[in-house]
């Protein structure tokens, strides 16, 4: 293991790739506050689901959005 060649991180590309293809328009990092995972891009509002921090574009969709929907269906008694 002494001539460990240089390895591009997969993480690395991937985030490379995505700004070169002009995806992101910011390298800001955020991690998210739902999955703990660290994302490259524009955090989201996690309300309801917590009150600080911001979360990824996969919780948003997963988790945020059907929250919301669903409190905002219980108050209106539908
Ligand atoms: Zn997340």
């Given at each position: 293991?002494?001539?460990?060649p240089?390895?591009?991180?997969?993480?690395?590309?991937?985030?490379?790739?995505?700004?070169?293809?002009?995806?992101?328009?910011?390298?800001?990092?955020?991690?998210?506050?739902?999955?703990?995972?660290?994302?490259?891009?524009?955090?989201?509002?996690?309300?309801?689901?917590?009150?600080?921090?911001?979360?990824?574009?996969?919780c948003?969709?997963d988790?945020?959005?059907?929250?919301?929907?669903?409190?905002?269906n219980?108050?209106?008694?539908?």
């Amino acid at each position: 293991m002494a001539d460990k060649p240089i390895m591009r991180d997969p993480m690395d590309s991937e985030e490379a790739k995505a700004m070169e293809s002009g995806k992101y328009n910011s390298h800001v990092s955020f991690v998210c506050v739902l999955c703990n995972k660290s994302f490259v891009g524009w955090g989201n509002n996690p309300d309801p689901l917590a009150k600080e921090g911001v979360c990824c574009d996969q919780c948003d969709m997963d988790k945020v959005i059907p929250k919301r929907i669903e409190e905002h269906n219980n108050g209106r008694k539908i």
